[in-house]
């Protein structure tokens, strides 16, 4: 896990990447404040003219005119502040999210598949999306809760420095308090952003477990389960909440005091009753400015006290992304070699597989794959089958050796659970085949054994399915995924224990099916314990351990 000097570094090299959006959002924020001073100014002067000099009201139509330019003025520098931080935070998000996913890209399937879809679809979506109120709003502050009150603490000063010195004297309270109370607000957020990753990888297990849960009765404890994970999210997501109402109320509280303190001393030295320093010169245009800046003067600290939980909330986020990106990623073509010898299609020489925590799990090894043979891999469970297979797939990288493959090799991939979608029947086995018509696709059909399914079917290919098959038997959907590997016309065919959960009848239309796929001309590689299967190969090789051990009588060798 990335610490907060980590994270705050990341965030700012983000950031940096937006200079010149930001710098327009800070240049039209002190635009605004400046419009902001001109409009007070032409208000109280205003005033003055009407109370004491008793100038008569059409004669100050021009300085209402010039009131009313600053008002619109001063909306269209707000709108294009606002424009510009959002502008960046868009860039930002986009970028960020870009990063992460080329990022799971590059962790290759095996790697990818190991975070739970439901935690990463949370860091794509809301955790990305935390970024944005520290981007659009947050760092755009920082600069304009320095530069806003330095401006119209300079204004003050010329009218009156003791005004100006109670503002001074209140300004760093407001800042220092605001940081002890939300010193533990990113803690907080990273608690909430971890809670809500867990609680949608929670929720999405139990609702692809509904099925199982109500064959078993147990939809009432799950149900349970997942109230109990929400409040406890509910509870944490009310932290930040007091942290923020805590920090304002602080912040509102010493802004208000010094508001006052100025209140009163312009009202008494008004009156005469304070004659310390220049507050005998105090006029009512002098005096009513100051009073009509003293809340603008705090403005710009309010509004970064108002975005201040947006970096903490930014934080969080940002350590829960980094870790993710930490992860290291081996590209998947690393150690690609030149085309395979000979005739073969793929190609491992002297590969090695490490695996974090278990250290060697396969090799060095060398193997070959030719035209139109059908390789059977056998050997304990635990052996290292799967992994030679990611490596004939490319899914992952050697740690040694390389991997040679013909240029444009057309790889299709099936194991014991195929991938299928909510959809109909058509658009999942369209997967592979995009343009394929409907004549091919009950083609397919039949010549995997589902024809007759079919047929029985009122919808036909139009028949909706969910997810992950369901609607399906176990052996329908197995022979559904390997008529999708007729229509993909791949090169290279690689199985892991394709028929491991299919009773008798089911795993002998499988065979059926993929001995009628072999005719066809792919190379075929089977990773697999059953018998059946077996039998289809032309050559067969033994794993143990990582390494081959000695093949089967009259089986050709590799070199």
């Not at 060697?360 to 089958?385: N, Q």
Request: hydrophobic share 50%; charged share 15%; aromatic share 6%.
């Amino acid at each position: 896990m990335a610490g907060d000097g980590e994270s705050r570094r990341w965030l700012a090299a983000q950031a940096a990447a937006q200079r010149g959006w930001l710098r327009l959002a800070v240049l039209s924020g002190l635009l605004a404040s400046l419009l902001t001073i001109a409009q007070l100014g032409l208000l109280a002067w205003i005033l003055s003219q009407l109370l004491v000099e008793g100038s008569a009201l059409d004669s100050l139509g021009g300085a209402f005119l010039a009131v009313a330019g600053c008002l619109a003025l001063r909306a269209l520098a707000q709108w294009g502040q606002e424009m510009a931080g959002q502008e960046a935070s868009e860039r930002v998000r986009r970028r960020v999210r870009t990063e992460l996913l080329d990022h799971l890209a590059a962790l290759g399937p095996v790697r990818a598949g190991a975070h739970h879809p439901g935690g990463v679809a949370s860091q794509l979506v809301e955790q990305v999306d935390a970024l944005d109120g520290y981007v659009a709003r947050f760092l755009p502050h920082c600069y304009l809760a320095l530069a806003g009150p330095l401006t119209i603490l300079a204004v003050v000063a010329w009218l009156d420095w003791l005004a100006a010195a109670f503002l001074l004297l209140a300004a760093p309270l407001i800042p220092l308090f605001m940081a002890l109370v939300g010193a533990g607000a990113e803690r907080v957020n990273r608690e909430q952003f971890a809670a809500v990753t867990r609680l949608s990888s929670h929720f999405l297990d139990r609702v692809r477990g509904m099925t199982t849960l109500q064959l078993f009765g147990r939809t009432a404890d799950a149900t349970r389960e997942v109230y109990t994970a929400a409040d406890h999210y509910r509870r944490l997501s009310l932290r930040p909440l007091r942290l923020a109402f805590l920090s304002s109320a602080v912040l509102e509280f010493f802004a208000s005091v010094a508001i006052a303190v100025v209140a009163i001393y312009v009202g008494f030295g008004l009156l005469g009753y304070i004659d310390y320093g220049p507050s005998p010169e105090l006029t009512l245009f002098s005096g009513l400015l100051v009073l009509l800046l003293a809340p603008e003067f705090f403005q710009p600290l309010r509004s970064l006290a108002q975005h201040y939980h947006d970096r903490a909330a930014a934080i969080g986020a940002a350590q829960g992304m980094l870790a993710l990106l930490a992860e290291p990623a081996r590209p998947r073509h690393q150690r690609q070699g030149p085309a395979p010898r000979g005739d073969a299609r793929v190609e491992l020489v002297g590969v090695a597989l490490n695996h974090p925590g278990r250290g060697r799990v396969l090799g060095p090894l060398d193997i070959r794959v030719a035209p139109g043979e059908t390789l059977v891999i056998t050997g304990p469970s635990g052996a290292g089958k799967s992994s030679l297979l990611q490596l004939l797939a490319g899914f992952v990288a050697p740690d040694s050796g390389v991997r040679r493959a013909l240029p444009g090799l057309r790889l299709a991939w099936l194991d014991q659970r195929p991938w299928l979608v909510q959809g109909s029947l058509a658009e999942n086995l369209r997967l592979t085949a995009p343009s394929a018509s409907d004549a091919q696709l009950v083609v397919a059909l039949e010549r995997v054994g589902l024809g007759e399914m079919l047929a029985g079917l009122p919808e036909g290919l139009a028949t909706p399915l969910g997810e992950r098959g369901v609607g399906l038997s176990g052996g329908q959907a197995q022979r559904l995924a390997v008529a999708r590997l007729f229509l993909s016309d791949a090169d290279l065919v690689l199985l892991d224990e394709p028929t491991a959960s299919l009773d008798e009848a089911s795993e002998a239309k499988v065979v059926a099916a993929l001995q009628a796929l072999a005719v066809d001309g792919p190379s075929l590689v089977i990773a697999t314990h059953h018998p059946a299967l077996m039998r289809l190969a032309t050559r067969h090789r033994v794993i143990e351990a990582g390494h081959f051990v000695a093949a089967p009588a009259g089986e050709a060798s590799d070199a």
